[in-house]
């Protein structure tokens, strides 16, 4: 890509700039851009121009920085619609919309606004190219901007999200290839319904989803705790509903986008190494991908297995569950009645999909209690704001789905569960469904390894498996670094809990005889230690 910036003619720029003549923030009726011509923000800060990537011979007009050795392309105007063979010319056409041409003066694209007078077309500072009339450089006027057509990449002051003027729903579409602008599979997109987040989409299939916006951050997206750095916004009103965010210190560079693998990234600009640091991605880890436990369940990455089903729910389909396929999720183990129905605080939580759910921020934590009691179908409710020690209500009528859990420092926030009554003592365990109310009260489950007096026939080849559902914390094997497994492995080693399998009860728990298969490859491949 080889840019260059040319002298054009802007009477106001040379009237008050005469010795600034290299580059010009503005194309007025009379002006055009061809070749290797570009424009300039004011500031030096975004250039507009032609660019081609690979041996494509296909251009295109974008905006990049200008500054930045890389060069990082932060908007296409013509994406899927490429010049062929050369670059077009871009001009202030005759009914005043900006427009693009190719050599034969057939129309490329157009900013394709109704007829408007004395227009012209200025690159900001803010990356943003906005089309106005002369002398209106008052935002809320512009014709047009680039701001509200994003490429891939969300920049400082943009807004991802709705408007109820324009009816637009702004959102980022990766390139198609590091080398083709075109849309590739991949965007990130507001869902405006219920209590709005914004989901991560392959082809409009859900892929992540960013949860809802909880006062301070999205509710499943703890690492937004970098306010130092940034400032995010999010506004939800009858006008607009929309993320944006800006840096604290407006002279550094950061950007959000979809890579063309469908990971959403944001980099930083470190000058002193002239880099871009990745920041942040996602989605990073198993629990991040929608849908990875199914309905009612929890995924937890500190967990073995990640999804465990909420306190009082059981696996809808356990063969599948245990194999570690969470898909189908958990369904209730007792009914509720609606009439003696209670609460169980869920601590840590990324919010459940909002977007059926029913958000008002007027409302108390106890009104909303008292809305979710007298609805037969109030599924869980929460705070819709957790700053300042929590506002707001928001109910959820249909199933919860996509829940998890943080760490307690992590981030994450709490939500009340309805559950039958019998299900509300119990403290969290149940057939391989583990309570997501604390974090120390899952199910663990214990192998022991070695003789036992019942039979030396066990020694070495056999081992025994205790759960520890009623574990008193007395045993005198507490001390012992003894292995843990996850419940999935102990279902399978003991062809679930079968009474064949089954070796007595004592004061521990139940005492289980395990596959010698299983177990022993363990043995040998070292997953046991031995003495
Ligand atoms: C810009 O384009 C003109 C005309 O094609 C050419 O003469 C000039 O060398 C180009 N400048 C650069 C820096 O590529
Ligand atoms: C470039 O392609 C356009 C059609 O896209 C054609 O009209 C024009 O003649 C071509 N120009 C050259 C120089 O080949
Ligand atoms: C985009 O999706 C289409 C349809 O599923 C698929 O054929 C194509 O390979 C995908 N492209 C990329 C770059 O992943
Ligand atoms: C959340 O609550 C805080 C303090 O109570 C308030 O300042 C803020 O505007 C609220 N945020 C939203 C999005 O309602
Ligand atoms: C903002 O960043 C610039 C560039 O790194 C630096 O020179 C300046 O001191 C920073 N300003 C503040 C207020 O931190
Ligand atoms: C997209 O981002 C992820 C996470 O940073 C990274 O692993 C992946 O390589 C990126 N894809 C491309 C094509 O750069
Ligand atoms: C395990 O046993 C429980 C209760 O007896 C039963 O509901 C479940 O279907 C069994 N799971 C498998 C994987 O066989
Ligand atoms: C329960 O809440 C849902 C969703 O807000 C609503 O559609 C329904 O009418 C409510 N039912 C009752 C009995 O209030
Ligand atoms: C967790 O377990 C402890 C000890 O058994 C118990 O006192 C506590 O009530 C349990 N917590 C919950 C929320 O069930
Ligand atoms: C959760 O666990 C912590 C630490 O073990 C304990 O202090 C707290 O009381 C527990 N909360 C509940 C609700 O059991």
Redesign the pocket.
């Known amino acids: 890509m080889r840019i260059f910036s040319v002298l054009l003619c802007s009477f106001t720029s040379l009237a008050l700039f005469p010795i600034a003549t290299t580059a010009f923030d503005t194309i007025t009726g009379t002006q055009t851009i061809t070749g290797n011509q570009t424009i300039v923000s004011a500031g030096d800060v975004f250039e507009l121009g032609f660019f081609t990537r690979g041996s494509s011979k296909k251009w295109y007009l974008g905006i990049w920085y200008r500054n930045i050795p890389t060069d990082t392309v932060v908007w296409v105007a013509n994406r899927d619609n490429p010049l062929t063979n050369s670059t077009g010319v871009l001009k202030i056409a005759d009914d005043g919309n900006i427009v693009l041409v190719d050599q034969a003066a057939n129309p490329i694209w157009s900013s394709n606004q109704p007829t408007a007078a004395n227009t012209v077309a200025q690159l900001l500072d803010s990356g943003n190219f906005v089309l106005r009339e002369e002398n209106d450089e008052n935002p809320e006027n512009y014709i047009w901007q680039s701001f509200d057509h994003p490429t891939d990449t969300l920049l400082p002051g943009m807004k991802l999200g709705w408007d109820s003027k324009t009816g637009l729903n702004r959102y980022l579409t990766s390139w198609k290839s590091s080398d083709d602008p075109s849309s590739g599979n991949y965007s990130f997109k507001l869902d405006i319904n219920g209590f709005p987040e914004v989901y991560l989409l392959n082809n409009q299939v859900r892929v992540y989803r960013s949860g809802p916006w909880n006062g301070l951050r999205f509710s499943g997206v703890p690492e937004m705790n970098t306010a130092f750095i940034f400032t995010f916004t999010f506004r939800r009103d009858q006008n607009e509903e929309f993320y944006s965010f800006e840096l604290r210190n407006k002279s550094l560079y950061s950007r959000l986008l979809v890579n063309t693998s469908g990971t959403l990234q944001r980099y930083t600009w470190i000058d002193e190494s002239k880099l871009w640091n990745l920041f942040w991605y996602a989605p990073k880890d198993q629990c991040d991908f929608y849908l990875e436990c199914g309905v009612y369940g929890v995924c937890d990455t500190n967990a073995s297995p990640v999804c465990n089903c909420m306190t009082g729910f059981e696996p809808k389909n356990p063969q599948a569950w245990y194999f570690r396929d969470g898909s189908d999720g958990c369904v209730r183990k007792t009914e509720l009645n609606c009439a003696n129905d209670g609460f169980l605080p869920l601590n840590n939580m990324k919010l459940p999909q909002s977007s059926s759910s029913?958000v008002d921020d007027g409302m108390s934590l106890a009104d909303c209690e008292t809305m979710c009691r007298?609805?037969?179908?109030?599924k869980a409710y929460a705070n819709s704001n957790i700053t300042g020690g929590g506002s707001g209500c928001v109910?959820w009528?249909t199933d919860l789905l996509d829940m998890r859990q943080y760490a307690a420092a992590e981030g994450g926030q709490d939500l009340y569960l309805k559950v039958a009554a019998s299900d509300l003592g119990q403290g969290g365990s149940g057939s391989g469904s583990t309570g997501t109310e604390n974090g120390s009260n899952k199910t663990k489950v214990i192998i022991m390894v070695g003789p036992i007096e019942r039979s030396q026939d066990f020694l070495l080849n056999e081992a025994v498996i205790r759960s520890n559902n009623d574990y008193s914390g007395e045993s005198p094997t507490d001390d012992l670094e003894l292995p843990l497994f996850d419940f999935g492995t102990i279902v399978m080693a003991t062809d679930n809990f079968s009474d064949a399998n089954k070796l007595g009860q004592g004061g521990f728990g139940c005492v289980y005889k395990g596959l010698l298969d299983m177990l022993s490859k363990m043995l040998y491949s070292g997953c046991l230690a031995f003495e």
Do not use: K
């Open positions: 029913f007298s609805n037969c179908s109030c109910i009528t």
